[in-house]
């Protein structure tokens, strides 16, 4: 099949998973084409199969903002068009579903027919989405989708709940790519940033608002108290400066490392003892995902998709949103009873090889049968 893979190229989990589906599906055959404004993060170096497309903004000086969602609906006309797709796979609704129904519009006057299945991956829904300067397009574009998919039960519940939309929703996890056994870990690299009688502790994420990264430095700095540790923080954004004051103001800075953006953050979870997920909402936890699927135990709030995914007293341990001393406490009982700590390790890894990409995969390649084949049979 070609399809047309239109995604965030940044960090975010919605654009990690879209690359990772994409290359996944690129490796089983089908030719994909991603449409971006930039090139995805994790896509990197030429592969078989796999197409980039970039939609570049021109800087007229009329325009304050710069009207991306045309010039992404005239590029998917032409992509459609041009290498003769079959269906446009579009991850994260804003403004990717509304480019993408102008584009099939567009299309069908010149008689191509195009499906597009619209991917929902949270905060596309959860914040931004119901917000009343976009609710009203999003609620026409998710009922106008061919077919629409939700990363986990509750944002599926939360789309029900927010959007005026009958039309059914699959669930569908994101996944992760992992490996028969747990990898050793690598003690030269570890010994760069701990000692040996020192627990590392890990966040990633895009330091929103919504990652409350204030809970991560105030729960480090609880288990500190009782275990020599460093939290390593990978990732960027708006809240990383009030995480560095906060860090000063407690002295702690010496055991805070800010890595910033990385690529692949396997290599830093490798070396971690537990990961910290404190979210405000979460309709998956990517990240929590990428953790477990390395071993590392979490510890996070239990809002939104987490516990679809970081199971309490398995895979991890989830209290309130909030609730830093749940957290603390929880992540001292895992990280000082060395046995406990192995055996959430195994069972972390355990739980995420039901995320395993193999898994996944055939739903997507299965709904992307069912659209294409209605379509056709609604040409019949
Ligand atoms: O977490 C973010 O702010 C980024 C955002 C995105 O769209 O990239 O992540 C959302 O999608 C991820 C992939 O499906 C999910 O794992 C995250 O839980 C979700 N974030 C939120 O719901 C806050």
Redesign the pocket.
Same mark, same amino acid.
């Given at each position: 099949m070609r399809i047309g893979i239109v995604l965030?190229p940044t960090y &975010?989990?919605? &654009?990690? @998973?879209a690359t990772e589906l994409g290359i996944a599906l690129a490796e089983k055959g089908h030719e994909i084409h991603f449409v971006s404004y930039s090139q995805p993060v994790r896509l990197g170096s030429f592969r078989k199969n796999i197409y980039y497309h970039e939609v570049s903004v021109s800087d007229y000086p009329l325009f304050e903002f710069q009207p991306y969602e045309t010039v992404l609906a005239s590029k998917l006309v032409d992509v459609v068009k041009y290498e003769k797709l079959d269906l446009l796979h579009v991850h994260?609704a804003i403004p990717h579903a509304s480019a993408a129904f102008m584009a099939q519009q567009i299309l069908k006057t010149e008689g191509i027919e195009i499906p597009f299945i619209t991917t929902l991956?949270?905060?596309?829904i959860?914040?931004v989405g119901k917000d009343q300067s976009f609710e009203p397009v999003i609620t026409f574009c998710l009922n106008q989708s061919n077919a629409i998919t939700a990363?986990s039960e509750s944002?599926k519940k939360d789309t029900y709940h927010h959007f005026e939309t009958e039309k059914p929703i699959s669930v569908i996890p !994101?996944f992760i790519e992992t490996k028969e056994v747990l990898k050793e870990v690598d003690m030269d690299l570890r010994r760069r940033y701990a000692s040996d009688d020192e627990m590392i502790i890990t966040h990633t994420? !895009?330091f929103?608002k @919504?990652?409350r990264i204030e809970d991560v430095i105030l729960i480090f700095s609880k288990i500190r108290e009782k275990s020599p540790s460093k939290l390593l923080l990978t990732g960027d954004g708006p809240e990383r400066g009030h995480a560095e004051h906060l860090a000063r103001e407690l002295k702690i800075c010496q055991d805070i490392i800010f890595i910033g953006k990385v690529r692949d953050t396997a290599h830093v979870l490798e070396i971690s003892d537990l990961f910290l997920l404190p979210?405000e909402?979460?309709?998956?936890?990517?990240?929590a995902l990428e953790a477990m699927a390395v071993g590392v135990p979490v510890i996070s709030s239990n809002t939104?998709?987490i516990p679809e995914v970081n199971i309490h007293g398995f895979s991890g341990y989830l209290s309130y949103v909030g609730d830093i001393e749940d957290m603390a406490n929880n992540a001292i009982k895992l990280l000082s009873d060395e046995k406990l700590k192995q055996k959430f390790r195994n069972q972390a890894f355990s739980r995420a090889k039901e995320f395993s990409i193999d898994r996944i995969l055939p739903m997507y390649e299965k709904l992307y049968d069912e659209v294409v084949h209605k379509q056709k049979q609604s040409l019949e």
């Open positions: 965030y &975010g989990g919605s &654009g990690v @998973v994260y991956h949270g905060t596309d959860t914040l990363v944002l !994101n994420s !895009n929103r @919504v990652k979210s909402t979460e309709s998956f936890g990517l990240a939104g998709g």
